[in-house]
């Protein structure tokens, strides 16, 4: 190959056979980082140990609504926690309340409590369920 001055032509470029490695190698880069990436997020987002679910909820007038939520876990012999909201018309949370799921035998609970709202609420829901029950909600 002839050399050419780098003054007037700029740098040289990369034989063809040099620029197909470096494709190559990374485009395996990227592969194995998208794979660390989605076993990552499996780990973390795709297998959870609980599982709350809405069963209904029933406006009781005022500022209260009674919530029911259906919850499953994969080992029923360890308590549980859950948060459930009340929630307004434009859909702030204005109701808050942590529910203790005691062990059980059974994988799938239902459990109804009450939440007391700042305003009016329109909908309950489940914000979510944890195996990391607080102090305060153990019983002594």
Do not use: W
Not at 34 to 45: D, E, I, P, S, T
Not at 69 to 88: G, L
Not at 94 to 120: C, F, M, N, W, Y
Request: some cysteine; aromatic content about 4%.
């Amino acid at each position: 190959m002839i050399e050419r001055p780098a003054a007037r032509y700029g740098r040289q470029r990369l034989a063809h056979s040099s620029r197909r490695r470096m494709a190559a190698v990374l485009f395996v880069v990227i592969v194995v980082a998208g794979v660390a990436l989605a076993f990552v997020g499996y780990q973390r987002l795709g297998t959870a140990e609980v599982k709350g679910e809405l069963g209904g909820y029933q406006l009781l007038g005022g500022n209260t609504v009674e919530i029911t939520i259906s919850v499953t876990r994969e080992d029923p012999s360890r308590p549980v926690v859950c948060i459930v909201r009340a929630r307004s018309v434009d859909g702030a949370e204005i109701g808050r309340r942590e529910v203790l799921v005691p062990p059980s035998t059974a994988d799938t609970v239902v459990v109804s409590t009450i939440v007391k709202a700042t305003r009016q609420p329109v909908v309950g829901d489940v914000y979510g369920c944890g195996t990391d029950v607080p102090a305060y909600l153990r019983a002594p």
